[in-house]
Protein backbone atom coordinates (compact mmCIF):
# COMPACT_ATOMS: atom_id res chain seq x y z
CA UNK A 1 0.00 0.00 0.00
CA UNK A 2 1.42 3.34 -1.04
CA UNK A 3 1.25 6.69 1.73
CA UNK A 4 -1.33 8.56 0.80
CA UNK A 5 0.56 12.04 -0.71
CA UNK A 6 -1.47 14.55 2.00
CA UNK A 7 -0.15 12.63 4.68
CA UNK A 8 3.41 12.38 3.54
CA UNK A 9 2.99 15.95 3.27
CA UNK A 10 1.42 16.96 5.99
CA UNK A 11 4.68 15.11 7.89
CA UNK A 12 7.07 16.98 5.74
CA UNK A 13 5.74 20.23 7.00
CA UNK A 14 5.59 19.42 10.56
CA UNK A 15 9.15 18.29 10.62
CA UNK A 16 10.01 21.44 8.84
CA UNK A 17 8.10 23.13 11.61
CA UNK A 18 9.54 21.15 14.83
CA UNK A 19 12.97 21.86 13.74
CA UNK A 20 12.36 25.39 13.39
CA UNK A 21 11.13 25.70 16.74
CA UNK A 22 13.47 24.12 18.07
CA UNK A 23 17.18 25.84 16.87
CA UNK A 24 19.90 23.20 16.90
CA UNK A 25 22.22 25.53 19.28
CA UNK A 26 24.71 23.83 21.76
CA UNK A 27 24.34 25.64 25.06
CA UNK A 28 27.54 25.93 27.28
CA UNK A 29 26.26 27.05 31.15
CA UNK A 30 29.99 28.00 31.53
CA UNK A 31 30.15 30.61 28.84
CA UNK A 32 26.57 31.57 29.78
CA UNK A 33 27.86 32.34 33.25
CA UNK A 34 30.45 34.47 31.91
CA UNK A 35 28.07 36.73 29.83
CA UNK A 36 26.01 36.71 32.80
CA UNK A 37 28.71 39.28 33.91
CA UNK A 38 27.18 42.12 31.80
CA UNK A 39 24.23 41.64 33.21
CA UNK A 40 25.07 41.29 36.79
CA UNK A 41 24.97 45.53 37.16
CA UNK A 42 21.85 45.17 37.52
CA UNK A 43 20.66 41.58 38.05
CA UNK A 44 21.69 39.25 41.16
CA UNK A 45 21.69 35.30 41.62
CA UNK A 46 22.81 32.72 43.58
CA UNK A 47 21.68 31.83 47.51
CA UNK A 48 21.41 35.40 48.65
CA UNK A 49 20.03 36.92 45.21
CA UNK A 50 18.74 40.60 46.06
CA UNK A 51 16.72 42.78 43.63
CA UNK A 52 18.82 45.32 42.87
CA UNK A 53 17.58 47.44 39.73
CA UNK A 54 16.30 44.64 38.36
CA UNK A 55 14.47 41.25 40.27
CA UNK A 56 16.77 38.77 40.75
CA UNK A 57 16.37 36.15 38.07
CA UNK A 58 16.90 32.60 40.03
CA UNK A 59 14.50 30.66 38.91
CA UNK A 60 13.35 32.89 36.31
CA UNK A 61 13.01 30.06 33.12
CA UNK A 62 9.49 29.18 33.57
CA UNK A 63 8.53 31.59 36.10
CA UNK A 64 5.59 34.11 35.23
CA UNK A 65 7.06 37.27 34.17
CA UNK A 66 6.74 40.24 36.45
CA UNK A 67 6.42 37.84 39.41
CA UNK A 68 9.97 37.97 41.54
CA UNK A 69 8.16 38.75 45.17
CA UNK A 70 8.93 42.01 46.16
CA UNK A 71 10.12 43.80 42.86
CA UNK A 72 8.15 46.73 41.84
CA UNK A 73 8.10 46.29 37.81
CA UNK A 74 7.57 48.71 35.24
CA UNK A 75 3.24 49.15 33.85
CA UNK A 76 4.46 46.60 31.10
CA UNK A 77 5.34 43.90 33.11
CA UNK A 78 2.36 43.82 35.55
CA UNK A 79 0.71 43.73 32.40
CA UNK A 80 2.02 40.21 30.81
CA UNK A 81 2.04 39.03 34.59
CA UNK A 82 -2.04 39.62 34.54
CA UNK A 83 -1.71 38.05 31.03
CA UNK A 84 0.13 35.27 32.88
CA UNK A 85 2.68 35.21 30.57
CA UNK A 86 5.73 32.93 31.24
CA UNK A 87 9.45 33.40 30.47
CA UNK A 88 10.24 30.53 27.88
CA UNK A 89 13.55 29.82 26.68
CA UNK A 90 11.56 31.59 23.47
CA UNK A 91 10.86 34.54 25.00
CA UNK A 92 13.94 35.17 26.65
CA UNK A 93 15.65 34.78 23.44
CA UNK A 94 13.29 37.46 21.89
CA UNK A 95 13.91 39.44 24.81
CA UNK A 96 17.45 39.34 25.40
CA UNK A 97 18.09 39.91 21.43
CA UNK A 98 16.21 43.55 22.14
CA UNK A 99 14.71 43.90 25.27
CA UNK A 100 12.89 47.30 24.10
CA UNK A 101 11.17 46.10 21.14
CA UNK A 102 10.40 42.64 22.79
CA UNK A 103 8.49 44.06 26.05
CA UNK A 104 7.22 47.88 24.96
CA UNK A 105 7.41 50.10 28.27
CA UNK A 106 10.62 48.52 29.64
CA UNK A 107 12.54 50.28 32.26
CA UNK A 108 15.30 47.93 31.09
CA UNK A 109 18.22 49.87 29.43
CA UNK A 110 20.48 46.95 28.12
CA UNK A 111 21.05 46.61 24.40
CA UNK A 112 20.19 43.40 24.53
CA UNK A 113 22.60 40.65 23.33
CA UNK A 114 23.05 39.91 19.25
CA UNK A 115 24.79 36.61 18.89
CA UNK A 116 21.98 33.79 19.04
CA UNK A 117 24.53 31.66 20.72
CA UNK A 118 25.39 34.55 23.66
CA UNK A 119 21.40 34.07 23.79
CA UNK A 120 21.47 30.61 24.07
CA UNK A 121 24.36 30.11 26.43
CA UNK A 122 23.12 33.03 28.88
CA UNK A 123 19.51 31.05 28.58
CA UNK A 124 21.35 27.84 29.91
CA UNK A 125 22.96 30.09 32.82
CA UNK A 126 19.55 31.27 33.41
CA UNK A 127 17.63 27.65 33.51
CA UNK A 128 20.49 26.32 35.92
CA UNK A 129 19.46 28.50 38.84
CA UNK A 130 17.26 27.33 40.97
CA UNK A 131 14.41 29.41 42.41
CA UNK A 132 15.03 30.40 45.92
CA UNK A 133 13.41 32.91 49.00
CA UNK A 134 14.28 36.26 48.26
CA UNK A 135 16.36 37.63 51.48
CA UNK A 136 14.11 40.07 53.71
CA UNK A 137 15.27 43.59 53.82
CA UNK A 138 16.25 43.33 50.37
CA UNK A 139 13.63 44.42 48.68
Avoid at 18 to 42: N, S, T, W, Y
Avoid at 51 to 59: D, V, W
Amino acid sequence: MKPDGAIACAVAILACQFALACPAIAQDVAEGQRLFGRCAACHAVGDRARHRTGPQLNGVVGRVVGSAEGFRYSKAFVRLKDEGQVWTEAMLDEYLARPAEAIRGTRMTFAGLSKAQDRANVIAYLKSLQPTQIVRGAE
